[in-house]
């Protein structure tokens, strides 16, 4: 059994929720963890969680000179670090590019299915894959250390107005 961690966004989704709850979550496990959540960490996290998009670094960079003089290169890399290292947001490699974790807090390999379309992502927990990846990688003598799956395609909401784009185009 998978869980669909992070859905596709629906036109009736409450993005201010999403981004508060989010925040909220990280402000517990650092309280709870002893963990230091700055308020520069905490602004890139809402800044990751701004959209469902993936997000560069440099995105971020340019949206905090905007607040802050001092931004610059190192200070987003780092809070990114602290972010990835616990939990709060995933790297997508494909993409150079970050977005929040839809359950921070818990240990869990990714699949993130990436919209070629609109760039929306969706996040997935299947054991059964992430099981596949080390059962493989174990046959061949491989230690894995973590994964990351990314799967391109359309979303739902994307794929259906492709689909009628076509059928228009056609008749």
């Known amino acids: 059994m998978f869980t669909v961690l992070a859905a596709f966004p629906s036109r009736r989704h409450d993005h201010a929720a999403c ?11 650092c309280r709870e963890g002893a963990l230091n959540l700055t308020p520069l960490r905490r602004r ?26 001092g931004a610059a290169p190192p200070t987003v ?32 390999a990714g699949q993130f299915l990436i919209c070629g379309a609109c760039r929306t992502v969706a ?5 059964a894959i992430t099981e596949a990846v080390n059962a493989r990688a174990g046959a061949v003598g491989f230690e894995v250390a973590g994964q990351t799956v990314e799967i391109s395609g359309l979303c ?10 076509e059928s228009r185009t056609i008749g």
């Open 19 to 29: 981004v508060a709850e989010a925040l909220r979550a990280a402000e517990d496990i």
């Open 123 to 127: 996040e997935l927990d299947d054991p």
């Open 77 to 108: 890399y780092r809070a990114l670090e602290f972010l990835q290292a616990h939990g709060f947001v995933h790297r997508l490699d494909s993409l150079n590019a970050y977005v929040g974790c839809a359950q921070p807090g818990t240990r869990h």
């Open 44 to 69: 890139v996290l809402e800044l990751v969680w701004d959209s469902h998009a993936p997000v560069r670094a440099y995105d971020l960079l340019d949206e905090l000179r905007t607040e802050r003089r």
């Open 156 to 165: 739902a909401a994307c794929a259906k107005s492709s689909a009628s784009q």
